[in-house]
């Protein structure tokens, strides 16, 4: 009896199995539309030379006595920000910094799904990064996150609250980047990467 059973069961795969494979291959949607692989391994790469690229220039604010100011805002921070948007642009990305405890508003989570992978690297401290598919403005692709975290050269503008340099104060009233230590959750960066319709 159970070996018959079985074998019914077998059955019911091998007829069911090919006209499963049949229906995706046969739907162009779900066959042809995906997020190009290369496109995935592409952003992994521009991101952790973002990152890098961060790193490096906070780097530069490890032994300065000066405090920082708007010209070093200007060789420090904003590099790494035109970098995104130059990456968004060459590649037809949408490349964003995004963070809970934010300077710039523009950087803000914009929906519950931004919110959501932060609080994953909230509680997932060895969590580097994830992919997890999306649709955004109607179209479908996969979004790339990728942790952003706190180095001990970032303090000299993100230490405590009363030590930002005067420029912050002044330039971001509503900030919210202060209160960190070496090795916080920063926040993130964000790509989406649309899908390729290989029809």
Known sequence: MYH??????LGLVVIIFPIILL??????????AQTDPSQLTKAVQEIESLDG????LASTLKDQPETPNLDTFKQVCKPVGMRAKQLSKENGWQVRQIANKYR??????????????LAKFEQNPELMGFWQRETMKGEKGTDYYRRINVEASCLACHGTKNSRPKFVQEKYPQDLAY???PGDLRGMYGVFIPDKNHI
């Open 4 to 9: 018959q059973n079985s074998f019914k069961f």
């Open 53 to 56: 690229m961060r790193s490096q």
């Open 179 to 181: 209160d960190f230590k």
């Open 23 to 32: 229906l995706i291959i046969g739907n162009p949607t779900v066959a042809n």
């Open 104 to 117: 710039n508003p523009a950087h803000s989570p914009n929906n519950l799904t931004e919110k959501m992978a």
